[in-house]
């Protein structure tokens, strides 16, 4: 390629992208407010070419937790519902689980008895209902619950219980030039089936927990089977070791919603060379969400990286203050039979 | 952006890359013969709108193996000599290593003894010399030995000694909209210090072994310390595992050199609902690089893949009669002191 077409690549595109700025106004479901601001601001500062604060697009790096952060985490994380339906589901063909005492809370909805003993039988559970399996048919198991499933409180499908105010954060930052990177305590093959459709978030941007997958010729066919072993968590300080184990660098954003994402936003803001911003999504509106945040053992539990946002500068979005709507309309194709 | 806009971008991007193709033959170090023709054939076909092989550029993935596949691994793989020149440096302020059975082994270059008992010896000398340290220390290691150490045979930086042919095919299907990964043997830290400055590949499409990393914050600055457990090697059926994990998709081509890429070769082209390409670098050339293949216990042993290749389609490249070039012209930087 000769230098004058590089050139002319250049000029068109960012030709281009000023159009893009130009045909609608960023984050329309964010009301006006110093968060909003301080998100539009942070992004027109980083990518301003020869500003003090520019950031190289190639480090445009941006981190999303995403239970309670892109989509909500009550009355249960919805891989827990995918769980405990897949549970029922197969009941009838697995005789021998009507006996285990940990299929009897989950089925009774008896949440302490899953929980206790370091959430034994919660990954007892998991592995009875994720593991053993090919991959394809696991992804295969997700779609299929996704279409049929509803939210007990909204009755709809559950990937379109997803916060708009985010997916427009999600959408303004990729058309300026960066990555966007899910970093959850999720099962990254339970989030891949539908990152792409629902955030616009490709396979190989989803960071979650994982276990062991095995390959083999099966009939002469490639699949990889879901083991239950080795498996790794993706929460706390796991967040920014499996960070380095997948990108590689550091990220310049990172957004989340509980104490599991506080390693990250440490990783991501606290002496890193490059400007960098990170944001803690409030929930405040018991009316259209739900309203939490100290309450103990909760896989939404925000309380020290609550008390550490003002030190470390951290913004602190207010879902009831900042947020204009939560979800998205309902479309036609999308409303619940 | 408004429709206009989209296409006015599109339009221009062609147009640059069709200059970009115009600009320069493709695979200039390739001499014509029947592998360079089905290279680029397959690469025509899959990025041919409208044609009946045509591959979306998000499926587009690519992945290579390293080791013997885009630089030699002779007379010992690069990542080794690393380590051997680590223990040299580190011995005088680590007195207890001269009592070290494994430690005497590595420095007289006895092999045999260090490959021994599952490789016992060589995991030993590795976690002497690449755990324990904060990974920005250890990119300073690797960074400063690349600067500082020379190929015995070739006497230029290792990082020099990679295969022009294939950095030609990296460019090409990059030019061609696909994403291009390593999936090695070699260790995922210690490729992504120069990964992208040499190949061109960024840190987050580096897939190699690792161990576990811990976040702490030190002094107030957060820091990863690597750790010697929880060790995934990426090799034999551990790679399409890893493609899994860390992709989350197929890829399309498969660029290997080893039994070590049989497993991802499989994954890659067996039933692949995609049309699909691999290819096995076969070293034939004694006298410009190296000639070896079923030889065993190298890291570089070639034997069942390439009694496999004509049954499953995979192209077989001969370096000593497919290749114009093996290494990079030395520019008067990069030529060795």
Not at 108 to 126: E, K, P, S, Y
Not at 131 to 151: I, S
Not at 294 to 318: F, I, N, T
């Amino acid at each position: 390629m000769t230098r004058t077409n590089w050139l002319c690549c250049a000029v068109l595109l960012s030709l281009c992208a000023d159009g893009l700025a130009l045909g609608a106004e960023p984050l329309p479901s964010w009301r006006d407010s110093p968060t909003k601001t301080a998100l539009l601001k942070y992004v027109a500062d980083v990518t301003t070419e020869g500003g003090a604060k520019y950031i190289p697009a190639a480090e445009r790096v941006a981190v999303f937790d995403n239970d309670g952060t892109l989509w909500p985490e009550n009355p249960m994380p919805f891989q827990l519902a995918f769980a405990l339906d897949s549970l029922k589901r197969d009941l009838p063909e697995n005789p021998a689980w009507r006996d285990d005492p940990q299929v009897q809370a989950a089925l009774r909805g008896d949440f302490a008895t899953l929980l206790g003993d370091h959430h034994r039988g919660l990954l007892h559970v998991i592995a009875l209902t994720h593991f053993g399996v090919t991959t394809a048919e696991f992804d295969g198991r997700v779609g299929h619950w996704l279409e049929t499933a509803q939210h007990p409180r909204w009755q709809r499908r559950y990937d379109q219980c997803v916060y708009q105010p985010m997916l427009e954060v999600l959408a303004h930052l990729r058309q300026h030039g960066f990555k966007t990177y899910i970093v959850s305590g999720g099962g990254a093959d339970f989030m891949r089936v539908w990152s792409e459709r629902v955030y616009g978030i490709p396979p190989e941007q989803v960071i979650g927990s994982y276990g062991k997958v095995t390959f083999e010729l099966r009939d002469g066919q490639p699949v990889l089977v879901k083991q239950a072993d080795q498996i790794f968590v993706d929460d706390k300080e796991g967040k920014p070791a499996a960070i380095h184990q997948f990108i590689g660098r550091r990220p310049v954003m990172c957004f989340g919603n509980s104490d599991g994402d506080k390693a990250m936003l440490e990783y991501t803001t606290i002496a890193n060379p490059r400007p960098a911003f990170g944001l803690i999504v409030h929930h405040t509106d018991g009316e259209r969400e739900y309203a939490y945040d100290r309450r103990p053992r909760s896989s939404g539990k925000l309380s020290e990286a609550l008390d550490q946002a003002a030190q470390r500068g951290w913004v602190v979005a207010d879902m009831k203050r900042d947020w204009e709507r939560v979800f998205p309309e309902r479309s036609a194709a999308q409303t619940a039979p």
